[in-house]
């Protein structure tokens, strides 16, 4: 059995290679320089194994038609970093342990450099071998999931958040539309790729939101344990800075909980998938520090 630790170093460098030679067809030499730097810079690149892994799980070959669906995703995850670390958003100094893009280009090239990944993306759906109603499914699926009742929702409803306290419900539909959306979408398009039934659809989106919480939540918990770490503490950092997290609003021990009891409803919407391998995806929920 391959597990995602395994799978991912099988595949993570033949699809990075992928990119970076599609990438260099960007001719104006700052958006191409802007645009790979963020795209290349070190992320995980989870949407894309998603999408890989239903292939695999249903013994179907990840193909070029695959790179580019699961690229168009990843080249969208990018622009919203890059758009989220600006100045007028998060104003972040640094990503992934290096620069932010604005920090590295300037803040009008970072900009544009989000701009042409988003656009890019849409580019790319279109010019594949799928068929042309695979390829209106595509486009379908990740503009909903990136658009205005999806992530771009999710970043407004985050910024309006922070002079605000969130109830728990609230919080769990702000990163459902800021970060479940794309994962959601990641496990829509392999769906589409892999030709799946409608039950099959519905099992991996209920998975799909689960495991995004579940994402979520240790992001949270993360940062409170490694700033705790940082500051040389048993404890971690006083709730009344993580208003809107879930730490935050539950209080350390109760995240850990309801961390635990997310991962359990992932592997129980998997346990009802039927005619897929379950046990690669699976394996995407035992990194998760339940
Ligand atoms: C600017 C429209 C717009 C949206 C931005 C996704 C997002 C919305 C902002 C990211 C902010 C953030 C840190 C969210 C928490 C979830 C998270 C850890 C996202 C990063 O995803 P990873 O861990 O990133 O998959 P890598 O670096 O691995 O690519």
């Known amino acids: 059995m391959v597990d995602f630790k395994t799978f991912a170093a099988q595949e993570v460098p033949p699809f990075e290679a992928y990119l970076v030679e599609q990438l260099e067809h960007i001719e104006e030499p700052t958006l191409q320089a802007a645009m790979t730097y963020s795209v290349m810079a ?42 989220d670390d600006l100045p007028a958003m998060d104003n972040d100094d640094m990503r992934r342990g290096q620069p932010t893009n604005h920090k590295v280009f300037g803040e009008a090239q970072a900009i544009l450099a989000g701009d042409g990944l988003l656009t890019l993306a849409f580019e790319w ?8 109603e695979q390829q209106r499914q595509a486009v379908q699926l990740l503009a909903r999931a990136a658009g205005p009742n999806g992530m771009v929702a999710g970043q407004i409803e985050d910024i309006e958040g922070q002079t605000r306290q969130l109830s728990l419900p609230q919080l769990k539909q702000l990163h459902q539309l800021k970060t479940g959306c794309l994962i959601e979408c990641a496990v829509g398009l392999g769906a589409m790729l892999a030709q799946l039934s409608v039950d099959q659809r519905a099992s ?14 240790q992001d949270d918990i993360l940062d409170v344990t490694s700033t705790a770490e940082i500051m040389g503490k048993a404890v971690h950092k006083d709730a009344g800075e993580h208003k809107n997290t879930f730490p935050g609003l539950l209080g350390l021990s109760e995240a850990q909980t309801v961390l635990k009891e997310t991962c359990q409803a992932a ?5 009802h998938l039927t005619g897929l391998d379950q046990a690669l995806l699976n394996s995407f929920l035992d990194y998760f520090k339940e």
């Open 125 to 132: 759906l279109t010019t594949t071998d799928l068929t042309a």
């Open 42 to 83: 070190g992320g995980k690149r989870l949407r894309p194994l998603l999408v890989f892994s239903i292939l695999e799980s249903a013994g179907l070959p990840i193909n070029r038609a695959a790179y580019r669906v699961a690229g168009a995703l990843e080249l969208i995850h990018s622009y919203s970093l890059i758009h």
């Open 267 to 271: 592997r129980a919407a998997l346990s």
């Open 204 to 217: 991996l989106r209920s998975f799909a939101r689960y495991y995004g919480l579940a994402f979520q939540i």
